[in-house]
């Protein structure tokens, strides 16, 4: 059995400052891990993923996340936000190798103050 | 950006009525997935498929089918639709099932009254 737990439904910063998303995660098995972004009304777009390579991911626009195995965490940042990263964000786990889809945090609604 | 098609976009029918929802993909990956989101939930999946003809059900698949005749569509039927059926329904697209990130459609918007 897999679960994702994102800590927070919204989180609040001003722009230029860091964002901090936090994800834990419960898994049977070695997981695969992802951060998908939803800006309104579009689908899910892919940040990063991390499948048992360098436990602190690069992704797109600037966004990194790092897995801590010991903390079963999964927490995504960037350095300084802009307005443009205002969206839902989902925590997502796949492990047991099976086809069965992915499991989806909640979302954290991520809002930027300008 | 994956070539994942989703028809309708929009849709509003009435409790009871049939629909089918579209999904249409040009990459040719084995893998197919049909989610929903509501809000509080993230996206929970309704069905999937490995294969043409080959489908499993997902967490949520109580008043859904599906069918997937040629690799590149999969559909999704709610038989009789019923309210709690609202949502926005999206398909999936992926090469493998563990370490290659799904691709989405840009959703369908169903509501029924």
């Known amino acids: 059995a897999q679960s994702v737990t994102q800590l927070d439904s919204h989180v609040s910063v001003s722009e230029g400052t860091p964002v901090l998303l936090r994800c834990n995660y419960s898994s049977s098995y070695s997981p695969s ?54 969206a839902e964000y989902f925590c997502v786990v796949h492990s047991g190798g099976g086809a069965d889809g992915l499991t989806f945090g909640k979302g954290t609604h991520l809002i930027i103050q300008p | 950006d994956a070539g994942i098609t989703q028809s309708p976009r929009h849709k509003v029918t009435e409790t009871g009525t049939p629909v089918t929802l579209r999904c249409h993909q040009t990459e040719n990956h084995r893998y197919m997935y049909w989610y929903r989101q509501d809000p509080g939930h993230g996206l929970r999946l309704i069905h999937y498929s490995y294969g043409v003809k080959d489908t499993d059900k997902g967490e949520v698949s109580d008043g859904y089918s599906v069918s997937r005749s040629k690799t590149e569509d999969f559909l999704l039927t709610l038989e ?8 926005v329904y999206f398909c999936a697209i992926s090469e493998t099932p563990r370490d290659q990130p799904q691709h989405f459609g840009d959703g369908t918007r169903l509501s029924i009254l």
């Open chain 1, 33 to 86: 891990l992802f951060w998908y972004v939803q800006h309104p009304n579009k689908g899910l777009q892919l940040l990063l993923k991390y499948t048992s390579a360098a436990t602190l991911v690069k992704g797109i626009n600037g966004f990194e996340a790092e897995f801590k195995k010991s903390e079963t965490s999964f927490h995504l940042t960037k350095p300084s936000a802009h307005m443009s990263d205002a």
């Open chain 2, 80 to 87: 009789s639709a019923t309210s709690s059926q609202t949502s």
